[in-house]
């Protein structure tokens, strides 16, 4: 069986601007970027990771597959939306980083261990099993995803935050045992699995 | 003045920049009546208040000069200073007019003797300065004003300042009782040439124009480099009057951007390389110009002029849109962050002065025009339903002198069909 990353090299061939325009969220606007760099300029992480968005786009244009692909900089994008309200070629920027995120992780070519990553998965799988997050286990399984010993300092380290949130209502120690779900957690995982089947269609990766 | 004697025979040019006294001459001197209106109480419109022009970087004098002279000698053109266009109705033709024409408290008794300026003590910012430095509130708008005559600004005309101007002119010719007046013409044809207007710098947030007094605009350079200028031909700085002598070019400021304008402005590039060659003028070599831009649009046959600017070893290039301006407390210096698209260099770069070059956008953005009017998805004037009407000069496009006069004299000759066939509708 070839593998979903496979099909797409083959199919694509060496056109990788057109693998994203066709598969990646708000992909058809990579073309429209013009190299004035104001996203790079624009965002606060800049100088921390080392493809900004504008590098980003030009790579996809050039063809550097792999490279943008195996790129951790698109996890490391905050949805500060900082470079998106400045593109002067309204670019959805901040878009384009997590479609190209997705993108790269269900390829299987996202960096393993990305921390970011991790954090996203940790939350999604979440919401998928109960229909909402459950922010208590979401935050102990972000704890303990290095072991047990970190874990507990990770926990002790955060006490203080914790121990606001349950005061301010936003965390329920109780969820531990229980854990309240949305009210048809089948009815949820039956949608989620049409909607990944017809999103998979469309994008290839079926 | 005597009374209105238009008629849908003649031309009714609004605008008196180069592009507006472009259009009323061709069609003056092919024998049309021509009423040229100008809403300032001076022609000559922003091309006047340039240091230098490109591409001879000769003196606006020269060029307005002999239009000037043209002026004098045709007795086809009435121009109207101080007379902004209320309303316009009607079709190619047969157009009803309505013109609204402020009090400038002198007649046309004036020598321009400067009488009343040296009388008066109350000073206003100055229009042909940007507000840069004052003037008297009696004033003679700049050098090459046209016509040759004082104006009294409305702040001092009911006030012990006014009646000393009153009272020093020898010829008599303050009056102060002048009042607003509306006019109601009828005209063959409009043209257009209203001309562009800076578009608003405080509105580019990230560039703290409206926070930052050593960021500046490209025109206010203009002002700047002008002998006549606010100081007096020298680069200083708003902040201290030092000399500015490493100085930021940032282009596209507000051009090419869906959130401001989204035209490429065309003349700021040319504008921007000869702003470097000021800077090389009042400098020489200890002078540095550094340009940061998208691409340089030279068009057409400025690409020698760019070439020549580029051998300037003061003058240095950088290819990025700067994402941001932020400000050393210390001296005031503005701090230019961004990244450079030719190796992807993330810079932060003090310069002791910034200039934005600043987008055109048409100075009737947000005027209401006749329904008539064809704009483009930038305000600029395409033309009318019945084409009766056109743009002439930047009022139809970001265009700079030598396209704004080419553009001025194709609607002047459009203007003059319209009245011909006119003309000949009614004969028949
Ligand atoms: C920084 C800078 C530098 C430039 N340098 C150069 C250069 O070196 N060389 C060059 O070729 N070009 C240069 N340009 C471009 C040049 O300024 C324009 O090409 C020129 O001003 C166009 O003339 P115009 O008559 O079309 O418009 P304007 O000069 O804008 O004249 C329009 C006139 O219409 C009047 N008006 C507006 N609305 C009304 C109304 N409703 N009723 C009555 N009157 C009205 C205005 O008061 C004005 O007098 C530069 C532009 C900028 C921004
Ligand atoms: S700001 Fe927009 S146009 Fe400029 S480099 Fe970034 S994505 Fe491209
Ligand atoms: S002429 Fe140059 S500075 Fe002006 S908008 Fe066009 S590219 Fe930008």
Known sequence: MTTANENAVAKYKNNFLKEVEATVEEGHWVKMCMQCGVCAGSCPFGPHWEHSPQKIFMMIRAGKREEVLKSDSMWMCTSCYNCMVRCPRELPITHIMHGLANYAYRLGLSPKGQPNQAIAKLFWDSALKYGRVNELKFSLAMYFRDGFVQGVKNALAMQSVGLGLVKAGRLNPMEIISGHTCKDTSGIHKMIAKAREIEDRRRGLA | ?428
């Open chain 2, 1 to 428: 003045m005597t009374a209105s004697i238009a008629t849908n025979q003649t031309i009714l040019v609004v605008g008196g920049g180069i592009a507006g006294m472009t259009a009323a001459l061709e069609a003056a001197e092919c024998g049309k009546q021509v009423i040229l209106a100008e809403k300032t109480p001076t022609l000559g419109g922003r091309t006047s208040l340039l240091y230098r022009y490109f591409p001879k970087m000769c003196h606006p004098t020269c060029g307005l000069e002999i239009n000037l002279r043209r002026l004098r000698g045709n007795p086809n053109v009435r121009v109207m200073t101080m007379t902004e266009v209320a309303a316009v109705t009607g079709s190619r033709g047969n157009y009803a007019v309505t013109l609204k024409v402020k009090p400038r408290y002198v007649t046309e008794n004036c020598t321009a003797c400067g009488d009343c300026g040296n009388a008066v003590s109350a000073e206003i910012p100055n229009p042909a300065n940007y507000g840069m430095d004052k003037i008297k509130a009696a004033y003679l708008p700049h050098g090459m004003a046209y016509p040759q005559r004082f104006v009294i600004d409305p702040s001092i005309a009911a006030t012990p300042e006014g009646e000393k101007a009153k009272a020093a002119c020898k010829v008599d010719a303050v009056d102060l009782g002048m009042q607003e007046e509306t006019l109601e013409l009828t005209v063959g044809s409009v043209v257009w040439a209203t001309g562009w207007r800076p578009y608003d710098a405080n509105k580019i947030q990230p560039y703290g124009y409206d926070r930052y007094a050593n960021v500046i605009t490209s025109l206010e350079f203009e002002r700047l480099a002008d002998p006549r200028g606010p100081t007096g031909g020298k680069l200083l700085r708003p902040s201290d009057g030092k000399e500015a002598k490493n100085i930021a070019f940032i282009q596209c400021a507000g051009s090419r951007d869906e959130n401001h304008l989204r035209h490429c402005s065309r003349i700021c590039c040319m504008a921007t390389l000869k702003q470097t060659q000021y800077v090389r003028e009042a400098l020489g070599d200890a002078g540095k110009s550094t340009i940061y831009y998208i691409d340089i649009r030279a068009i057409d046959r400025f690409e020698d002029f760019y070439q020549n600017v580029q051998k300037d070893a003061t003058v240095s290039f950088i290819k990025s849109k700067v994402a941001r301006i932020a400000l050393n407390e210390e001296n005031n210096s503005p701090i230019l962050h961004g990244v450079d698209t030719e190796g992807y260099h993330r810079y932060a770069s003090e310069h002791d002065l910034v200039v934005l070059a600043v987008g055109m956008e048409p100075e009737v953005t947000g005027v209401k025009l006749p329904d008539d009017i064809i704009l483009d998805s930038s305000n600029f004037i395409e033309g009318s339903k019945t084409e009766g009407m056109f743009g002439a000069g930047s009022a139809s496009s970001p265009l700079d002198v030598n396209r704004s006069v080419q553009s001025a004299t194709a609607a002047a000759m459009r203007a003059v069909q319209v009245i011909h066939k006119t003309a000949s509708t009614e004969a028949a």
